[in-house]
């Protein structure tokens, strides 16, 4: 992810079609690209990352754009109860905080 954001692997152009949001209507304020998700920070600022799960687990990355990184799978999901999606990404957003 930091390598993403940083521009060492796709050009300029391309990085900004990737970062080109539209907000995605969630009270949380999120906004989604090209396969990144821009989420806020509790403690200010923004974050870009994605989330995704196949059966048996469930995954959270995140990056700011000044290079903290935070990514966190659990082997419990898909399947589990929302609590667990919204304390990974709540882990995400400590980490990039802290």
Known sequence: MAALLR?????????????????????????????????PLPCGGRYWGHTGDVPGYETAAGATVDGRQATVMVNLGPGGPDAQSDDIKAAVQTALCE
């Open 7 to 39: 521009g060492k692997l796709l050009r300029p152009a391309q990085l900004r079609e990737m970062t080109r949001t539209r907000p995605t209507g969630s009270s949380d304020g999120r906004a989604y690209g090209l396969g990144l998700e821009s989420r």
